[in-house]
């Protein structure tokens, strides 16, 4: 058993994901996944939060018991929603007189393009602009 070890009310108090699965049958299947086999199942949805919270208890109570190094909880990325993008000067062009054009900044522009998915469909769409970029020497 390691001396480094946290106290148990200390594993106790943290707030562990689960997953609630419904079973194809009847019922629902409860699964920490930072609790290597710990999981239980219920009938009804209502039952889903005491379950998950006495199986989540009764399991780390038991690993510790048993000297077993119990994982802390995970938690999913948080994003910045900030990323640096290198594009083509031809390409940045374009996006920026699209932008003018829909009377609004590149940055809500370029968000709404991203989130409809077809960017490159909209910006050939605006008048007055070339879908290809312009190359070296060409008159």
């Not at 889903?48 to 995970?74: C, K, Q």
Request: hydrophobic letters at 35%; charged letters at 25%.
């Amino acid at each position: 058993m390691s001396d480094t070890r946290r106290p148990l009310s200390d594993y106790l108090a943290m707030q562990y994901p689960f997953n609630a699965i419904a079973d194809e049958e009847s019922g629902y299947v409860i699964l920490f996944p930072d609790l290597p086999g710990c999981m239980t199942q219920v009938e009804e949805i209502a039952e889903i939060p005491a379950m998950a919270e006495s199986v989540r208890r009764l399991w780390i109570g038991a690993e510790y018991d048993r000297g077993t190094e119990i994982p802390l909880p995970s938690y999913p990325e948080e994003y910045s929603g900030r990323f640096n993008l290198r594009i083509p000067k031809s390409l940045h062009r374009q996006l920026s007189e699209s932008a003018e054009c829909d009377g609004v900044s590149l940055n809500q522009y370029v968000t709404a393009l991203l989130a409809a998915g077809d960017a490159r469909t909209r910006i050939d769409r605006q008048p007055g602009l070339s879908a290809q970029p312009a190359r070296a020497g060409a008159a």
